[in-house]
């Protein structure tokens, strides 16, 4: 069984910043790709930012310069760093993983519960 919890979202003013961490836990033999994604009530899910096993990273453009994706892999974290945040940021957060449970070299994705972010005067 494998869980991952998400902390670290909030309330911020615009142009203030947060930091998303996502933590896995349980029987995990191996993590590969991490990524963030973001939901705004009324739209789709949209990719935010990923990074590889090997912590090569992409981020979207709507975020490039603003936000930073990054891993320790000790500690089965992911994180995301958000700067100069605006109102249209406003959304609840996913991290993922790519997670390997078992002898077989599988690596399914794993979602964590959401965390609330909202950026408003």
């Known amino acids: 069984q494998v869980q991952l919890v998400e902390s670290g979202g909030g309330l911020v003013q615009p142009g203030g910043s947060l930091r998303l961490s996502c933590a896995a836990s349980?029987?995990?033999?191996?993590?590969?790709?991490m990524a963030w994604y973001r939901q705004a009530p009324g739209k789709q899910r949209e990719l935010v930012a990923g990074?590889?096993?090997?912590?090569?990273?992409n981020h979207a453009d709507f975020v490039k310069g603003r936000f930073t994706i990054s891993r320790d892999n000790a500690k089965n974290t992911v994180y995301l760093q958000m700067n100069s945040l605006k109102p249209e940021d406003t959304a609840v957060y996913y991290c993922?993983?790519?997670?390997?449970?078992?002898?077989?070299?599988?690596?399914?994705?794993?979602w964590g519960q959401g965390t609330q972010v909202t950026v408003s005067p």
């Open positions: 993922t993983m790519k997670i390997r449970t078992g002898w077989r070299p599988l690596f399914p994705d794993y």
């Open positions: 990074i590889t096993s090997g912590s090569s990273t």
């Open positions: 349980g029987t995990i033999f191996g993590i590969d790709a």
